[in-house]
T-cell receptor, first 112, second 116 residues
Framework: DAKTTQPPSMDCAEGRAANLPCNHS???????VYWYRQIHSQGPQYIIH???NNETNEMASLIITEDRKSSTLILPHATLRDTAVYYC?????????????FGKGTSLLVTP | DTAVSQTPKYLVTQMGNDKSIKCEQN?????MYWYKQDSKKFLKIMFS???????INETVPNRFSPKSPDKAHLNLHINSLELGDSAVYFC???????????????FGPGTRLLVL
């Protein structure tokens, strides 16, 4: 799986959009970009994933650059409950058993 | 109803003891996983089972033995517990491992193991 790079921490004011970047410059054509988050003392939670096109669901939007070397997770109106560690993960079908390879993630703090 | 549940939530035990952690999923999924999150918060895969068959066995001491009595359950038994086993253990499940990179995993709440 391609390696990902994320900033270690970010702050966001409540009600504003949180834009979390992820660099995956070595991504290959069959690799998906996944985002999970882990709220303190809870298990990781799936947010969204995509291959080439931008994606949106009830939780967030995922913007993938045309060259697929980076992506941005957007939480449109961050709330205090969005404070968590956000993990950007690149996955391919070649990963035996398809386990998730979590990195260090970005610790997002949403402030009042 | 909780989709992926684990018991116990907390486990405090002495070195050398044998303990088990249970995991159940009611999502009808075929694949289940065990992950370990250490004190530095790194999450790493330990095991993966598909239809009760082992498909991932990472470099984990053989003191750790997963057991899957049926597709809905994947238990983790740990023999001769050591101080370094202290961590949070997460169970997860996904619909079907054969969809590969499109497969979404759903995690349980974790079991916090402390070995004294």
């Amino acid at each position: 799986d391609a390696k990902t790079t994320q900033p270690p921490s970010m702050d966001c004011a409540e009600g504003r959009a949180a834009n979390l970047p992820c660099n995956h410059s070595t991504i290959s054509g069959n690799e998906y970009v996944y985002w999970y988050r882990q709220i303190h003392s809870q298990g990781p939670q799936y947010i969204i994933h995509g291959l080439k096109n931008n994606e949106t669901n009830e939780m967030a939007s995922l913007i993938i650059t045309e060259d697929r070397k980076s992506s941005t997770l957007i939480l449109p109106h961050a709330t205090l409950r969005d404070t968590a560690v956000y993990y950007c993960i690149v996955r391919s079908n070649s990963n035996s058993g398809y386990a998730l390879n979590f990195g260090k993630g970005t610790s997002l703090l949403v402030t009042p | 109803d909780t989709a992926v549940s684990q018991t116990p939530k907390y486990l405090v035990t002495q070195m050398g003891n044998d303990k088990s952690i249970k995991c159940e999923q009611n999502l009808g999924h075929d694949t289940m996983y065990w992950y370990k999150q250490d004190s530095k918060k790194f999450l790493k895969i330990m095991f993966s089972y598909n239809n009760k068959e082992l498909i991932i066995n990472e470099t984990v001491p053989n003191r750790f033995s997963p057991k899957s009595p049926d597709k809905a359950h994947l238990n983790l038994h740990i023999n001769s517990l050591e101080l370094g086993d202290s961590a949070v253990y997460f169970c997860a499940s996904s619909q079907d491992v054969w969809r590969g990179a499109q497969e979404t995993q759903y995690f349980g709440p974790g079991t916090r193991l402390l070995v004294l």
